[in-house]
């Protein structure tokens, strides 16, 4: 089975899912949306889609590992994504991952204005990949 990472936004939410071997990120792309519910049933349908059986939700911990109000919002998620899949549900510290995806994008020539489209997904990426590195 697949392993999805997400990595949750206000307007965007990051996806990236393994290969079937969970050696790598095969595929990466990005839900627009902002209602949680909604983003749940997204979620629910690329994991069934994609035979996804655990999914890695980014925790954002401020950098001095305490939990602030974007914590909470993925906490929250967490229950929900529970809930609309049925899937177990990692939640895994992401201090840092949107910070290196735009340094990742920047290296690679996009321009700043440009990230917006892509970060998310990028984030998703490493998130996915820290977590593959640890199993």
């Given amino acids: 089975m697949r392993i999805m990472a997400i990595d949750y936004g206000d307007a965007r939410t990051g996806i990236a899912v393994s290969d079937l071997m969970n050696m790598m990120t095969g595929d990466a792309f990005v839900i627009t949306e902002w209602n949680p519910e909604v983003i749940a049933e997204k979620v629910a349908a690329e994991a069934r889609i994609r035979g996804v059986g655990t999914l890695v939700l980014g925790l954002p911990k401020n950098m001095d590992g305490t939990m602030g109000a974007r914590a909470e919002k993925s906490l ?18 992401e201090r840092r991952t949107t910070v290196d995806a735009h340094r990742i994008l920047h290296s690679n020539g996009k321009k700043m204005k440009n990230h917006r489209k892509n970060v998310d997904a990028v984030a998703a990426s490493l998130i996915l990949e820290g977590y593959l590195a640890s199993i």
């Fill in 76 to 93: 929250a998620l967490c229950e929900i994504l529970k809930e609309k899949t049925g899937l177990p549900v990692i939640m895994w510290d």
